[in-house]
């Protein structure tokens, strides 16, 4: 199995959790909720924490990388708003807009399938709004870069960061063979203290495949 495949595989596997979970369950509440009264009542806006951290270097062998963006909720009594970019209620229809303060920082992207989705650029503070029915609620996101990039072998991470504050098993595992008999071994999912919410996903070969800040990732499929 190449790299790629590997964290191919990966990411497919987050997916399919991620997306079986959302079915599932109701809205949650998220890190951060941000009401907004508009003419109508009260809409919710839900994100993630007030960071997301990028790469020093991210590969772009996935067509998609989450670990660069987060994606903005909006609901209104409970329900998601129409392809989170309108809320609709009797006749009334209210568009929704996101700005970014700082595009060099975190601009949102112009994909009409993925509204209020952001991708995060350069490291740097940038404030984000979202507006309704001439009502505007915002907040301040922190984007931070951290020392290394996917490819990074964990000993090399160990040497910046130290041990990890927690270690667990990331519920998945990789073929190995050994001596012509193959073999499933499970990887593992590496946290820090020094940054909140993100998951540094480790492969049985000691190789850093994957990063994920669980609360942006879990609010992205909540909004697909």
């Known amino acids: 199995m190449t790299y790629k495949d ?8 987050i997916i399919c959790g991620l997306l079986c979970l959302c079915l599932s369950a109701p809205i949650k509440s998220f890190a951060l909720n941000l009401p907004i009264p508009t003419s109508i009542g009260q809409v919710d806006v839900h994100i993630g924490e ?8 991210p590969k772009q062998d996935l067509e998609r990388n989450d670990w660069d963006r987060g994606r903005i ?26 700005t970014s303060s700082n595009k ?4 949102f992207t112009n994909d009409k399938s993925f509204v209020g989705e952001f991708i995060c650029k350069h490291p740097g503070k940038t404030r984000i709004s979202i507006s ?21 072998k964990s000993k090399d991470l160990l040497q910046v960061l130290g041990n990890p504050d927690q270690k667990s098993k990331d519920g998945s595992s990789s073929p190995h063979t050994i ?21 540094f996903y480790v492969d049985p070969w000691g190789t850093i495949v994957y990063t994920e800040m669980s609360e942006w990732s879990s609010l992205m499929f909540f909004t697909y």
Not at 104 to 107: D, F, K, L, P, V
Not at 135 to 146: A, E, G, N, P, Y
């Open 6 to 13: 590997f964290t191919l595989n990966k990411s497919i596997s």
């Open 50 to 57: 007030q960071t997301v951290f990028i790469l020093s270097d």
């Open 73 to 98: 909720l909006v609901t209104f009594r409970e329900t998601k708003a129409w392809r989170n970019k309108e809320i609709r209620f009797d006749q009334i229809h209210l568009p929704i807009t996101y």
């Open 104 to 107: 060099s920082i975190a601009t």
């Open 132 to 152: 309704i029915d001439h009502r505007t609620s915002s907040f301040d996101l922190d984007v931070i870069q951290l020392p290394f990039s996917v490819g990074t």
């Open 179 to 199: 001596n012509g008999v193959t073999v499933w071994v499970p990887g593992e999912v590496w946290t820090y203290q020094k940054y909140p919410g993100l998951k």
